[in-house]
């Protein structure tokens, strides 16, 4: 920011009120000016206000819905769906997920909002999925959650870790998305 780090706390009053800052900045919600230096109670408010973000929004609606839902005439044609809204979803927040990724084991609070409230529930339901469709015939649970798993991070890598990698450069959005949602498809096929 070319400033000194004595300086940052004219602005802030502790590192927990920058995190929030950036906290906010990732998932858009930053308010156009704030009263300086911004303070905050202590981790537990980003916590709060990233469960209200959550809590507001259906994460994956479509995948809940083949969940409770009959099976439909082409599976295929479901796990595509599934995919590319999984893919738009991770892709949308990747600037969150990427910071949680990197901060949230130093939060406890944050990594169980994270681990708990988000990733496990994202593999439960795509085990319940996967195991409701009959998708790995005789398979566990177990073997579900794996693959289940293995495909969402083929997801996860295309929409948010491949804006980090340099040998990726090469690979645009549309790209992304149509490659996670093949493999996705296929995994299950």
Known sequence: ???????????????????HIAALEAVDQLPDALPTPVSVAGPQDTVAAIGTLISRERLWPVLQGAIGGAAPSNVKAEARAIAGELYDAISARARLILLLDRCARDIPELAELFDRRIRHRLVKD????VMRRGLIPGAKPADCAALARGAMEAIAWLAKTRLRDRTADAINEDQAREAAVRIFANAFD
Request: proline share 0%.
């Open 1 to 19: 920011m070319g400033v000194s780090v004595g300086s940052i706390y004219r602005f802030v009053e502790s590192k927990e009120a920058l995190f």
């Open 126 to 129: 795509l085990v319940t999925w």
